[in-house]
């Protein structure tokens, strides 16, 4: 299958700092979606992005669809306790049929 | 606002029995699939569904799944003959195939002893 990695693996930050985190794909994608899951439930959709070079925000996040097609990044500003989770990029090729996940970068917010 | 959801949340087996994994997609939503987690590991693809029909399926979903819409709402996944590495979270998505977007369910935890 697709290999599509995160960095970091995983965040230790204080409240209030800003966090950036990358995922890059060894092939070209037309959607990338931003997801968040927390211990126990599913991923919740944050971000969708269709397009190369779109900037997306919702509320304090911020997701970019790289111009290569083959990466996309998640910025969240002033970060809160409740921002405490697994963040997974998601990927998809035209014509298919399927997402392929990101290996995850678990953010910790230290209050 | 609508949301996938899926039944049992938390199902426990005995090795080579037959589980049946539920999902309710959203009701407008016209692509279905099914995706597992190991613990601490990524959301692996698993198969999608449209039409009535398998569109793409993973290596992970061989002889031993089967995946079916009984009805006009329900999607479900079999595993025939459970194995040990079959425990995992096991996600029902559905999309409307328009924007793109795939929402999941809450998951049920398979557990296989």
């Known amino acids: 299958g697709q290999q599509l990695n995160q960095s970091p693996q995983s965040m230790f930050i204080q409240e209030g700092e800003d966090v950036s985190m990358n995922c890059t794909s060894s092939s070209i994608f037309n959607t990338w979606l931003w997801y968040k899951q927390e211990p126990g439930e599913g991923p919740v959709l944050l971000i969708a992005l269709y397009k190369a070079g779109e900037l997306t925000s919702n509320g304090r996040l911020t997701a970019q669809f790289g111009i290569t097609r083959k990466d996309s990044f998640l910025n969240i500003s002033a970060s809160i306790p409740s921002d405490v989770g697994i963040y997974f990029c998601a990927g998809m090729s035209r014509g298919r049929l399927q997402f392929y996940f990101g290996t995850g970068t678990s953010l910790t917010v230290i209050p | ?113």
């Open chain 2, 1 to 113: 606002e609508p949301e996938v959801t899926q039944t049992p949340s938390h199902q426990v087996t005995q090795m080579g029995q037959e589980v049946i994994l539920r999902c309710v997609p959203i009701s407008n939503h016209l692509y279905f699939y099914w995706y597992r987690q190991i613990l601490g590991q990524k959301v692996e693809f698993l198969v999608s569904f449209y039409n009535n029909e398998i569109s793409e399926k993973s290596e992970i979903f061989d002889d031993q799944f089967s995946v079916e819409r009984p009805d006009g709402s329900n999607f479900t996944l079999k595993i025939r003959s459970t194995k040990l590495e079959d425990s995992a979270m096991y996600f029902c998505a559905s999309g409307d195939g328009l924007n793109e977007k795939l929402f999941f369910g809450s998951g049920t935890q398979l557990s296989v002893l």
